[in-house]
């Protein structure tokens, strides 16, 4: 029996982009430490160390550098 390629799981998004239940992996983590999740447990969910949650997953909390770029924006629509 042959294992199933990851052709074989591959949905479509709204604009036609193929993607695999994988690549939410990414998500999912960035979701869950923005809500305060703790590392620990993100960790466990993900199967890996909390170290390799922060080197892959910890470039900053997402809501507060979006928050920075919007306050620079509107400072300089502002001038």
Excluded: I
Excluded at 48 to 70: C, D, I, L, Q, W
Aim: hydrophobic residues 30%; glycine residues 6%; charged residues 25%.
């Amino acid at each position: 029996m042959s294992r199933p390629s990851k052709q074989d799981y591959r949905y479509h998004d709204d604009n036609g982009d193929a993607f695999t239940p994988y690549s939410l992996r990414h998500t999912w983590a960035t979701l869950k430490l923005n809500a305060g999740m703790d590392v620990r447990l993100v960790a466990l969910n993900l199967g890996t160390s909390p170290e390799m949650v922060h080197r892959h997953y910890g470039h900053g909390n997402t809501k507060s550098r979006a928050s920075e770029f919007a306050d620079v924006w509107l400072t300089k629509e502002e001038e």
